[in-house]
């Protein structure tokens, strides 16, 4: 999540925690130990110039389960060996920083980009792709709440304003699972009818809502794509064929770099050939064609291909178009598509090829 959303949720779970004498304090404490394990890109970026290892390297040992809660008990007791608050209350603020660094992965896991909640064990990265990276609706009331404490840090009400907060905050994070499950459930016959009920996919809303989705899923020559609003959609989901150049990505497939990315995005990407290079790019984030992560991994060299330096590119989309076309999706559901069954035609053909090898071979 952004960096305002994890320094009010660590602010807010701290200060619930510590002593109400303390509560400014610990809002403060709260807030820079939820944004500490982003501060990783600083190492990362100095020690590499390789996108790919940039991208890949962030939320791994600095938002691992199996690391922060030492990190936490290593601060607290050099807090506690100086004596001050800490020392005063050693039990309450042992628990308020172990929860202000906790739950930073645990938050960023509900997002698509990928958290090695369980690094460095060899698990893909979790991404349970509930929430945008922001999302007003989840941070405001933390953030309301962090402001009654500071300013009524021992008064009656802060401890209350904090608990209702939390609980909110608790309670949008859980509307968003609730959410991507009804998109998935109205997704599965859409994708079935394709022949795709077992394609590898997707789901992940669109910016700064819960309401408006997008679902991915892979096919043998590249993915479809489609959108589900929750407010607007009633009838069947509609999807759209994209290609991918798969003889190209399969020559590259054992790149390190193209290795790694595959490892970190569970393979969700596309292939493409642009001015003599491969290009790659991530379909967990963005929408065809304009991705956030995208890179070249290698150049032409005549029939084959010749790997590179990853070169990430900048991403190219209109946001200042984007937002209000996806604000006029969110409440209007487009028009049923008569030739819809024609745009997915290549696919058919290639699912009905499978089925009639299938046959012969039974045969």
């Known amino acids: 999540m952004d960096s305002l959303t994890q320094i009010v949720l660590g602010a807010a779970l701290s200060a619930a925690i510590a002593p109400a004498k303390h509560r400014r304090a610990a809002l403060l404490a709260g807030a820079a130990l939820g944004t500490l394990p982003d501060l990783d890109v600083i190492p990362v970026n100095l020690f590499t110039d390789d996108?790919?290892?940039r991208m890949t390297w962030h939320r791994s040992l600095s938002h691992s389960l199996l690391v922060l809660p030492f990190v936490a008990w290593a601060i607290w007791g050099w807090c506690r060996a100086r004596g001050g608050r800490v020392a005063e209350s050693p039990k309450r603020w042992f628990w308020a920083m172990q929860a202000a660094l906790l739950t930073h992965p645990l938050l960023d896991a509900f997002t698509v980009y990928g958290t090695q909640l369980l690094w460095p064990l060899p698990m893909k990265p979790v991404m349970w792709s509930s929430v945008f990276i922001i999302d007003p609706l989840y941070t405001i009331w933390l953030l309301i709440a962090c402001a009654i404490a500071w300013f009524w840090h021992e008064r009656r009400m802060a401890q209350p304003a904090l608990l209702v907060g939390l609980g909110l905050s608790s309670l949008y994070l859980g509307g968003s699972l609730w959410a991507k499950h009804r998109v998935e459930r109205?997704?599965?016959?859409?994708?079935?009818?394709?022949?795709?009920?077992?394609?590898?996919?997707?789901?992940?809303?669109?910016?700064?809502?819960?309401?408006?989705?997008?679902?991915?899923a892979m096919t043998p020559d590249g993915f479809v794509e489609g959108e589900r609003s929750l407010a607007a959609d009633r009838?069947?989901?509609?999807?759209?064929?994209?290609?991918?150049?798969?003889?190209?990505?399969?020559?590259?497939?054992?790149?390190?770099?193209?290795?790694?990315?595959?490892?970190?995005?569970h393979g969700f990407m596309k292939a493409e050939q642009q001015d003599g290079r491969l290009l790659l790019s991530?379909?967990?984030?963005?929408?065809?064609?304009?991705?956030?992560?995208?890179?070249?991994?290698?150049?032409?060299?005549?029939?084959?291909?010749?790997?590179?330096?990853?070169e990430q590119l900048k991403w190219s989309a209109d946001v200042k178009q984007?937002?209000?076309?996806?604000?006029?999706?969110?409440?209007?559901?487009?028009?049923?598509v008569a030739?819809?069954?024609?745009?997915?035609?290549?696919?058919?053909?290639?699912?009905?090829?499978?089925a009639r090898v299938h046959s012969d071979t039974l045969k």
């Open 186 to 216: 109205d997704a599965a016959p859409a994708l079935a009818k394709l022949g795709l009920e077992n394609a590898p996919r997707f789901s992940v809303p669109t910016p700064f809502n819960t309401l408006l989705w997008r679902v991915v």
């Open 282 to 310: 991530d379909l967990r984030m963005g929408a065809e064609p304009d991705y956030t992560f995208r890179f070249a991994v290698a150049e032409r060299d005549g029939e084959n291909w010749r790997e590179i330096e990853p």
């Open 339 to 354: 030739d819809a069954d024609a745009q997915m035609h290549p696919l058919q053909e290639a699912t009905a090829m499978r």
């Open 51 to 53: 996108p790919v290892a």
């Open 322 to 336: 984007a937002l209000p076309a996806m604000w006029a999706r969110i409440w209007n559901e487009p028009a049923i």
């Open 235 to 265: 009838g069947p989901m509609q999807f759209r064929h994209y290609r991918s150049d798969i003889p190209a990505f399969t020559q590259v497939n054992g790149y390190p770099a193209v290795h790694r990315l595959q490892w970190f995005n």
